[in-house]
């Protein structure tokens, strides 16, 4: 059974860097799978942020690609996002996800994580 | 890159059915069938109902169907009932290589 769990702190402090990692179980990220972060922020739509394949290749949201970055540790089975300067716009629920390569299926998704920017 | 255009909210009574649309243009909806849509319950995360247009994953109800017609995509729900109620988003590969959520639809069954 594939599960995804995310991890990271709830609270960052504003121009401070947002950090959270997704445990993936029940599959290898080695798979030729994308993995994906998405968020939503309170009471709005979701927002797609970026992907990485297994091999290291990414792909970001033009408007955020300045400041993210995406990782994938296969030693350990998961995948990280790296958020940089945040502010308050960046508060929302994040997900990771996985999406099956040559496809738009994005069928496996963590529980999310409520990261609040705020001093 | 812009969202794609979903209308806020729709609405039905139980046992008939409903549409929603997603709007795009040439550069994502229109120029590939890589067209996916999300239910998702308040507080929870999403779920694949729809995905590549009109593939449904496994476990899914076949009231759930989807279609594209140029850069518009839809999803219809058939025999609705009141698990039905929940937000939709439609979502849809690029030509940068990324992907685009549209704004969401609030489903409501009256």
């Known amino acids: 059974q594939v599960q995804l769990q995310e991890s990271g702190p709830g609270l960052v402090k504003p121009s401070g860097t947002l950090s959270l990692t997704c445990a993936v179980s029940?599959?290898?990220?080695?798979?030729?799978?994308?993995w994906s972060w998405v968020r939503q922020p309170p009471g709005k739509g979701l927002e797609w942020i970026g992907e990485?394949?297994?091999?290291?290749?990414?792909n970001y949201n033009p408007s955020l690609k300045s400041r993210v970055t995406i990782s994938v540790d296969k030693s350990k089975n998961q995948f990280s996002l790296k958020l940089s300067s945040v502010t308050a716009a960046d508060t929302a629920v994040y997900y990771c996800a996985r999406r099956v390569g040559a496809t738009g299926r994005i069928d496996y998704w963590g529980q999310g994580t409520l990261v609040i920017v705020s001093s | 890159q812009s969202a794609l255009t979903q209308p806020a909210s729709v609405s039905g009574s139980p046992g008939q059915s409903i549409t929603i649309s997603c709007t795009g243009t040439s550069s994502d909806v229109g120029g590939y069938n890589y067209v996916s849509w999300y239910q998702q319950y308040p507080g929870k995360a999403p779920k694949l109902m729809i995905y590549d247009v009109s593939k449904r994953p496994s476990g899914v109800s076949n009231r759930f169907s989807g279609s594209k017609s140029g850069s518009t995509a839809s999803l219809t729900i058939s025999g609705l009932q009141a698990e039905d109620e929940a937000d939709y988003y439609c979502?849809?590969?690029?030509?940068?290589?990324?992907?685009?959520f549209g704004g969401g639809t609030k489903l409501t069954v009256l």
């Open positions: 990485i394949f297994y091999s290291g290749s990414t």
């Open positions: 029940g599959i290898s990220v080695s798979n030729t799978n994308w």
């Open positions: 979502s849809s590969y690029t030509s940068i290589s990324t992907w685009v």
